[in-house]
């Protein structure tokens, strides 16, 4: 069946310019994750969308990030200006709902971005 | 500050042999912890978790232990296979939603 992906899946662009990362979920999961993954670190938690409600954005690092979902389906992580620290691999994760026992996140295999 | 840790990178096992992976937490109001395992180009996949009114859960080769008053947590694959090489990450809830990832421990299986 369609897992999550995640477009494009390596991305390389200059310093200063802006970069859009998409993700589709699994249809029906209303949960949506958006993590970084820098070199040599775990997981970082940017944001979270959950249905109708308002998204979780406190873990974005800065003003230069930001993140849509659209329709509670597709969604856009945006960096503005972006610069060689951005450089990372960026994943997508979804689920039926938030979390727990029986909500397991499913990810996409990420975007591999490189800041010259 | 770093809620979880995983103070290993890397971690070599001859096959069939038991592989060890252990991971910190600070927060004692951590109540559900989780590990995932990556393969290379792809996303993390979901491979056990454990609630903290356990200590042990248990899926076929994988088990993870919990010790709540250490802080504690560790996978154990027994007998260890090549196709287990990759990296660990373990994962631990924070509130109703948001996950706290450690930094991961590679795993490699020698045949």
């Known amino acids: 069946g369609a897992g999550v992906s995640q477009s494009p899946s390596n991305k390389v662009t200059e310093k200063g310019k802006d970069v859009e990362l998409r993700c589709d979920p699994i249809?029906?999961?209303?949960?949506l994750y958006w993590y970084r993954q820098s070199l040599g670190q775990g997981l970082e938690f940017l944001i979270y969308?959950?249905?109708?409600?308002?998204?979780?954005k406190s873990g974005l690092p800065s003003d230069r990030f930001s993140a849509e979902r659209t329709g509670g389906s597709v969604s856009t992580l945006t960096i503005q200006r972006t610069q060689q620290e951005d450089s990372a691999v960026y994943l997508c994760?979804?689920?039926?709902?938030?979390?727990?026992?029986?909500?397991?996140?499913?990810f996409g295999p990420g975007t591999r971005l490189t800041v010259l | 500050d770093q809620q979880v840790k995983q103070n290993s990178p890397s971690l070599s096992v001859q096959e069939g042999r038991i592989s060890i992976l252990n991971c910190d937490y600070t927060?004692?109001?951590?109540?559900?912890f989780l590990w995932y395992k990556k393969y290379p180009a792809e996303g993390p996949t979901f491979l056990i978790s454990?609630?903290?009114?356990?200590d042990k859960n248990e899926d076929g080769r994988f088990t993870v232990f919990l010790n709540k008053s250490a802080k504690h947590l560790s996978l154990h694959i027994v007998p260890s296979q090549p196709g287990d090489s990759a990296v660990y990450f373990c994962?631990?809830?924070?509130?109703?939603?948001?996950?706290?990832f450690g930094t991961g421990t590679r795993l490699k299986v020698l045949a």
């Open positions: 994760a979804s689920s039926l709902a938030g979390a727990g026992l029986y909500n397991e996140q499913f």
């Open positions: 249809s029906g999961h209303t949960a």
């Open positions: 969308f959950q249905g109708n409600s308002a998204p979780d």
């Open positions: 927060n004692s109001m951590f109540d559900y």
């Open positions: 454990i609630s903290s009114i356990k």
């Open positions: 994962a631990a809830l924070s509130g109703t939603y948001k996950y706290i």
